[in-house]
């Protein structure tokens, strides 16, 4: 049954982004907020309120209870948990389950086993899924050496017994390898007290790939292409496209056709992201993993196919099948999404809270900004420093350069520190133009050049 | 003289905006978690470091009260659905309780924050009372 009354169990952007949504699918809106965004943007959109707790996350959004207590009390039939807090937390739509609520995201199971790395590895080797090449249970430096030959250097040896870089050593050639056995497995013998060392394929230049899809929760899956998200700092993105230009069309077949298939094999429900590692040199893809939730990236998807993905994902919890068959997703165009953050890049990215006091954002043809923020806002500093998403749309991936860079150097704020100057410098960077980056360029190349700059 | 290294500056420098922010906003505290480090700041007369205070179930921790000339108005201090009110005309030690929510099957006291009477209830039973909510009112 359609859901009459949406809860919307998240803050910022996103809260907006889905109130919009429910709005347009006429549905009654309740939010969740904290103590702290009692006046927020989306709070004065939403037909109710309900203040869960003090500003602390911990004590407002992330407890669950909380949230599906306020949810069924304020009679709401439907809700969605957005992005981060509590969207990829299994015991959310199990109490959802259990108190007659439909969550917006997929079955708890599902959340749970992909959330487990290995159970998830597991899942997408059953599905055909390419992981990275490696081996368990290398016990001898000769093993080293035969195992790097066949899985192809470099490689990278760590324990199997352990994590946390302890034990890891990158070998690039058969020597090194056998050389390196003995320092990793003798780490690994004093760290853990076993020697058995792991090896997998060390990709250094490797762009970060991802596929859009939407299940029925019946084995029905259909994919909205691609994104790259490799402008990224500390593993967070900063920067995504879509499509992946870099990626010639016979693998991105194969790469859509591989998270549809692991999608499928698990009767994937509602919207989900398949990550993979791209190596450029080698034109192959390796599973990361799959992110069961809505994601910050997504309207670089909706541009391009001209979909809207969050009222699809309410129509599914609904109980509505998939509104789109494969053949009618048709992708146009390049888009381009900044996350602007209200972060000084000059100061090593510290966050930096406080008063807005201009706002005046870009405007025009193929300009869309998912913001929650204004002229007067407060951004308080309990939670992360987004403060929106500036995304262009333009025939060719030259034409939304071109365009986004115009529309960023339209984009004044003032009364706090923001990122838009490093976007612009990032994408007149020529690596950027010419596409020749990773996902460690930002920081290996372009931060280091400012640093080298500033010295 | 106290040698300060690029962490300290950094942190000081945080806790300078972040006190900025709190003054600017009206807030009575805040409490912060990062990578980079926990702050907690609070007004005058300061009030329970959260970073510091133990985790518990069944009772709330800090009750959100606040002086209303001779009397104390007792606040939810999280959301909840009313299920009890202390009668009123009962007295309550510190610590006794005032009121209970639920919240899905489990039922919390929230205990007083000082001896007193009860002297009004504020909410009523049934109500879906959020964050901040008053429910009693208690004479000293």
Wanted: glycine share 8%; with cysteine; hydrophobic share 45%.
């Amino acid at each position: 049954m359609a859901i009459k009354r949406l809860f919307i169990a998240n803050r910022g952007e996103i809260a907006l982004r889905i109130v919009r949504a429910a709005q347009a699918l006429n549905m009654e809106t309740v939010l969740a907020v904290s103590d702290a965004d009692r006046d927020s943007a989306a709070a004065r959109l939403v037909d109710r309120t309900v203040v869960l707790g003090p500003a602390q996350a911990a004590r407002s959004y992330l407890d669950p209870r909380l949230v599906v207590h306020a949810a069924k009390a304020s009679g709401c039939d439907g809700l969605h948990p957005g992005y981060g807090f509590l969207s990829e937390r299994a015991i959310l739509p199990r109490l959802c389950a259990a108190n007659g609520i439909a969550f917006v995201g997929p079955e708890p199971d599902v959340i749970e086993s992909l959330g487990d790395k290995i159970q998830a590895r597991g899942m997408a080797r059953a599905a055909g899924v390419p992981l990275v090449p490696g081996c368990d249970g290398v016990a001898t430096a000769a093993d080293a050496r035969r195992e790097g030959d066949k899985i192809g250097y470099p490689v990278l040896l760590k324990a199997a017994a352990g994590g946390g870089g302890r034990g890891m050593v990158i070998a690039h050639n058969g020597d090194e390898a056998e050389a390196g056995f003995h320092r990793a497995s003798a780490e690994a013998v004093a760290a853990f007290g076993d020697g058995t060392l792991f090896m997998e394929r060390f990709v250094p230049e490797a762009r970060h790939v991802e596929v859009q899809l939407m299940g029925d929760g019946k084995g029905q899956v259909v994919h909205f292409g691609e994104r790259d998200c490799s402008v990224q700092r500390r593993y967070q993105k900063l920067i995504e496209e879509a499509p992946c230009t870099a990626m010639p069309d016979h693998l991105r077949k194969q790469l859509h056709e591989s998270a549809c298939a692991l999608a499928a094999s698990v009767n994937y429900r509602n919207a989900g992201t398949c990550e993979f590692l791209f190596d450029v040199k080698r034109q192959e893809f390796y599973f990361i993993e799959v992110n069961a939730r809505i994601q910050v990236e997504h309207p670089v998807s909706e541009m391009i196919s001209g979909f809207d993905l969050v009222q699809e994902q309410l129509r599914i919890a609904g109980g509505a099948g998939l509104s789109v068959t494969q053949d009618q997703v048709s992708l146009t165009g390049h888009a381009i999404e900044c996350r602007i953050n209200a972060e000084d890049p000059a100061r090593d990215f510290l966050p930096s809270p406080g008063r807005i006091t201009r706002w005046s954002p870009p405007q025009g043809e193929g300009i869309r900004l998912d913001s929650h923020m204004s002229e007067g806002a407060m951004i308080p500093p309990f939670y992360d420093s987004m403060i929106g998403k500036l995304i262009v749309h333009a025939p060719t991936r030259d034409a939304a350069i071109d365009r986004l860079d115009a529309a960023l150097a339209d984009f004044r704020v003032e009364g706090i520190a923001t990122t838009i100057g490093l976007h612009r410098e990032i994408i007149a960077h020529p690596d950027f133009r010419a596409n020749r980056i990773h996902t460690r360029w930002l920081e290996q190349v372009l931060l280091a050049e400012r640093k080298g700059a500033a010295a | 003289m106290i040698e300060i290294d690029d962490n300290a500056r950094r942190a000081i420098a945080n806790a300078r905006a972040l006190l900025d922010t709190m003054l600017a906003s009206g807030w009575n505290e805040v409490c912060v978690t990062g990578v980079e480090g926990d702050y907690f700041l609070a007004r005058q007369p300061g009030t329970v470091n959260p970073l510091l205070a133990a985790e518990t179930v069944s009772v709330a921790v800090d009750p959100v009260s606040v002086p209303f000339g001779s009397t104390e108005i007792i606040k939810a201090p999280h959301v909840g659905t009313v299920a009890w009110l202390a009668e009123i005309g009962h007295s309550v030690a510190e610590g006794g309780a005032v009121a209970r929510l639920t919240v899905l099957d489990e039922t919390i006291d929230i205990p007083s924050t000082k001896a007193g009477t009860i002297a009004a209830h504020v909410a009523q039973v049934n109500d879906l009372a959020e964050f901040s909510t008053p429910l009693v009112e208690l004479a000293s």
